[in-house]
């Protein structure tokens, strides 16, 4: 009932304005691009190479856990229905695959808590755009909101698992007096 409820109140406002639509679906299906690009930017940024790797394990590790596998198995065993078939409604766009869980929201968190490991600022935005990205997606008819609170999830549990395989030690680690210093 509260999927259904908070679904057909978010949903509930598109199609009213073309250039409303038109701005989430761009939202929906172009900020994960722009979000890759931008983690891309920062990555190379990090001045200690060995903190560099240490962060792309750990986007890597939890993105082979989360979307490799737990969202595999998931899908292999639960075949749930995008609402806009579920309730026969026309959505912004087409989407073919289940509906449960959302993709976007595993990239979007791991991406969003991968880069908060070394840049708050940066980790809190993409972060943000995770959740507008979710919304987006619901507004478009094309995911249940517990689709993306199930992404959510499963990323950050994926993070965290990763994370503790690869934490951060002396080795890795940037003091502020080496950044300060130029080192």
């Not at 701005?23 to 060995?50: D, S």
């Amino acid at each position: 009932m509260f999927d259904l409820e908070l679904f057909q109140f978010i949903n509930g406002f598109a199609n009213r304005s073309v250039i409303a639509d038109w701005f989430v679906i761009v939202i929906a299906e172009y900020i994960p691009y722009i979000v890759g690009i931008i983690t891309i930017i920062l990555l190379v940024k990090i001045q200690n190479w060995k903190e560099r790797i240490r962060i792309l394990l750990i986007l890597m590790f939890s993105g082979l856990l989360a979307r490799g596998l737990i969202f595999e198995v998931i899908r292999y065993f639960y075949d749930r229905p995008r609402p806009f078939l579920a309730l026969g409604l026309t959505p912004l766009f087409m989407e073919n695959s289940y509906a449960f869980p959302s993709s976007h929201a595993i990239i979007l968190t791991l991406i969003g808590c991968s880069v908060l490991l070394f840049s708050r600022r940066w980790g809190i935005i993409f972060l943000v755009f995770t959740v507008i990205n979710a919304l987006a997606r619901i507004y478009s008819g094309v995911h249940w909101p517990t689709d993306s609170i199930a992404g959510i999830a499963i990323a950050i549990i994926s993070v965290i698992v990763a994370t503790k395989m690869f934490p951060k030690n002396n080795i890795t680690s940037v003091s502020i007096e080496e950044k300060e210093s130029g080192e």
